[in-house]
């Protein structure tokens, strides 16, 4: 029977990867650096490859380490996932739960979801992580994270989700602009040149744009904001014309005098809201009682 790594090992080369240097992957594992730096080399005897080239005041992953990092973090993932099923079985969403969320979903879901979830949950203790959808999937798939919050489409292999609700995308105009009118938005009307928009990594600019199928504009004079509020006050100041999404509407985000919200088109554009998890997760349950919870209205 062939010697395996140890969850020990593996640990150990994560943090590695992590931190970049035996001292501060051994002060994060809580062991002495030739404790950390042992437990890398019994690694290496039990892979019969090197993991790390040792070179001064750097650690390397080789390609054999850097694909272990990879497998580890999923077989670590696997086994927390194993020992959080075993401390709370019988009790769903109770313990410590993380959960990621994109930026134009958090301000907007959470304030008016989180009292009821603590009700219908108290030994739930949420811990939140607001993030671009790349890197939530990413801790997904890490074992960073135990749920997120995110908008569909977005291409996600080895993920799973469940429905919260359809969010519709509107167009929003500074008032005296030929677009600040009344009703929908007639296909075609919008155009590369008036639209300002979040910066790339966005999934509602990509998801916008796909709807009312337009290319981004490209330039370096290209404005690209930050948030939803900057957006919002670009598009008062006139500088032209963008996308929100329903849900911020909603929530008053585009209650200014200089701002008129509109449809966009008459078959309006929508994102599905979801929360996503790793495909065979053992909090697949609780991320779907989660997202019963989260529903929009």
Same mark, same amino acid.
């Given at each position: 029977?062939?010697?395996?790594?140890?969850? @020990?090992?593996?640990?150990?080369?994560?943090?590695?990867?992590?931190?970049?240097?035996?001292?501060?992957?051994?002060?994060?594992?809580?062991?002495?650096?030739?404790?950390?730096?042992?437990?890398?080399?019994?690694?290496?005897?039990?892979?019969?490859?090197?993991?790390?080239?040792?070179?001064?005041?750097?650690?390397?992953?080789?390609?054999?380490?850097?694909?272990?990092? @990879?497998?580890?973090?999923?077989?670590?993932?696997?086994?927390?996932?194993?020992?959080?099923?075993?401390?709370?079985?019988?009790?769903?969403?109770?313990?410590?739960?993380?959960?990621?969320?994109?930026?134009?979903?958090?301000?907007?879901?959470?304030?008016?979801?989180?009292?009821?979830?603590?009700?219908?949950?108290?030994?739930?203790?949420?811990?939140?992580?607001?993030?671009?959808?790349?890197?939530?999937?990413?801790?997904?798939?890490?074992?960073?994270?135990?749920?997120?919050?995110?908008?569909?489409?977005?291409?996600?292999?080895?993920?799973?989700?469940?429905?919260?609700?359809?969010?519709?995308?509107?167009?929003?105009?500074?008032?005296?602009?030929? $677009?600040?009118?009344?009703?929908?938005?007639?296909?075609?009307?919008?155009?590369?040149?008036?639209?300002?928009?979040?910066?790339?990594?966005?999934?509602?600019?990509?998801?916008? $744009?796909?709807?009312?199928?337009?290319?981004?504009?490209?330039?370096?004079?290209?404005?690209?904001?930050?948030?939803?509020?900057?957006?919002?006050?670009?598009?008062?100041?006139?500088?032209?014309?963008?996308?929100?999404?329903?849900?911020?509407?909603?929530?008053?985000?585009?209650?200014?005098?200089?701002?008129?919200?509109?449809?966009?088109?008459?078959?309006?554009?929508?994102?599905?809201?979801?929360?996503?998890? @790793?495909?065979?997760?053992?909090?697949?349950?609780?991320?779907?009682?989660?997202?019963?919870?989260?529903?929009?209205?």
């Amino acid at each position: 029977m062939s010697v395996l790594p140890t969850l @020990r090992q593996l640990q150990y080369l994560k943090l590695l990867a992590e931190h970049g240097s035996f001292s501060r992957a051994a002060e994060a594992a809580h062991v002495s650096q030739p404790a950390l730096s042992s437990g890398v080399q019994e690694l290496e005897r039990v892979l019969g490859a090197a993991v790390v080239e040792r070179t001064r005041g750097a650690v390397i992953l080789t390609a054999v380490g850097a694909e272990a990092v @990879r497998r580890a973090e999923d077989v670590l993932a696997r086994a927390e996932d194993m020992v959080e099923a075993a401390q709370n079985a019988g009790k769903p969403l109770s313990g410590r739960f993380r959960l990621g969320i994109i930026p134009t979903v958090a301000p907007f879901l959470l304030p008016r979801t989180l009292p009821g979830l603590k009700t219908l949950y108290p030994g739930l203790r949420l811990f939140i992580r607001e993030d671009l959808t790349p890197r939530l999937i990413a801790g997904l798939k890490a074992g960073q994270l135990d749920a997120a919050v995110i908008a569909l489409p977005y291409d996600a292999p080895g993920i799973d989700h469940a429905h919260i609700g359809d969010d519709e995308i509107l167009a929003a105009a500074p008032v005296g602009h030929p $677009l600040a009118g009344a009703g929908p938005i007639p296909a075609g009307m919008l155009k590369a040149d008036d639209l300002i928009l979040l910066e790339d990594g966005h999934c509602l600019r990509d998801q916008a $744009l796909a709807a009312v199928n337009i290319e981004a504009p490209r330039g370096e004079d290209v404005f690209a904001a930050t948030s939803l509020h900057t957006l919002v006050q670009m598009v008062s100041s006139g500088l032209g014309v963008s996308f929100l999404p329903h849900m911020a509407v909603k929530a008053g985000l585009a209650d200014s005098p200089g701002v008129v919200v509109r449809p966009i088109s008459e078959d309006a554009p929508r994102r599905e809201i979801v929360v996503a998890w @790793r495909a065979g997760s053992s909090r697949a349950a609780e991320a779907r009682l989660l997202a019963e919870a989260l529903k929009l209205d």
